[in-house]
T-cell receptor, first 115, second 112 residues
Framework: KAGVTQTPRYLIKTRGQQVTLSCSPISGHRSVSWYQQTPGQGLQFLFEYFSETQRNKGNFPGRFSGRQFSNSRSEMNVSTLELGDSALYLC??????????????FGPGTRLLVL | KQEVTQIPAALSVPEGENLVLNCSFTDSAIYNLQWFRQDPGKGLTSLLLIQSSQREQTSGRLNASLDKSSGRSTLYIAASQPGDSATYLCAGIPYNTDKLIFGTGTRLQVFP
């Protein structure tokens, strides 16, 4: 069974640009969550999607947005990139949503560098 | 504010030692607790998920306990090996969400 896949794995952008990251969950998983990992702030929750609906959102500015498609694949978009957006972006999937006592499985991440 | 802290921040031990990693959380809304390991530059690998109704979980040489009343969880690693070298993260999971609130991590190095 294939794991969570994320594309691209590495990305270099310049300030002011926008970027779209993609996440394909494990087959049969309908919940996808996104996290940002930086040396200073650690791992922080961005948002969670289930059945194409955003269920939770973390404390990030509106430049960070996401969506989920009918096949459960998810994308996140960051507009007007800032140097501080340089991070490892991780997505996680699980079969169902909230309170179902299930493990979340993480992808390898997309490393974004903003110059 | 929901906070999860881990002690120690870093640990370096010789192979074969038994280890205890600590995780504490301040919010009683934390329902479940999950432990992960992260290898350098990689994603997270789930180790153990402890549900609110449980007190501990075991997998191989790993044992994790959860005490909600004191807001603490511990990860016990028996007979440590160099392959255990990684960063270990605990994450609290509030009730009825998929949101993980991560701790600061413990960087473990096991040397031969």
């Amino acid at each position: 069974k294939a794991g969570v896949t994320q594309t691209p794995r590495y990305l270099i952008k310049t300030r002011g640009q926008q970027v779209t990251l993609s996440c394909s969950p494990i087959s049969g998983h309908r919940s996808v969550s996104w996290y940002q990992q930086t040396p200073g702030q650690g791992l922080q929750f961005l948002f969670e999607y289930f059945s194409e609906t955003q269920r939770n959102k973390g404390n990030f500015p509106g430049r960070f947005s996401g969506r989920q498609f009918s096949n459960s694949r998810s994308e996140m978009n960051v507009s007007t990139l800032e140097l501080g957006d340089s991070a490892l972006y991780l997505c996680a999937s699980r079969r169902a949503s909230g309170g179902t006592q299930e493990t979340q499985y993480f992808g390898p991440g997309t490393r974004l560098l903003v110059l | 504010k929901q906070e999860v802290t881990q002690i120690p921040a870093a640990l370096s031990v010789p192979e074969g030692e038994n280890l205890v990693l600590n995780c504490s959380f301040t919010d009683s809304a934390i329902y479940n607790l999950q432990w992960f390991r992260q290898d350098p530059g990689k994603g997270l690998t789930s180790l153990l998920l402890i549900q609110s109704s449980q007190r501990e979980q075991t997998s191989g040489r790993l044992n994790a306990s959860l005490d909600k009343s004191s807001g603490r969880s511990t990860l016990y690693i028996a007979a440590s090996q160099p392959g255990d070298s990684a960063t270990y993260l605990c994450a609290g999971i509030p009730y009825n969400t998929d949101k993980l609130i991560f701790g600061t991590g413990t960087r473990l190095q096991v040397f031969p």
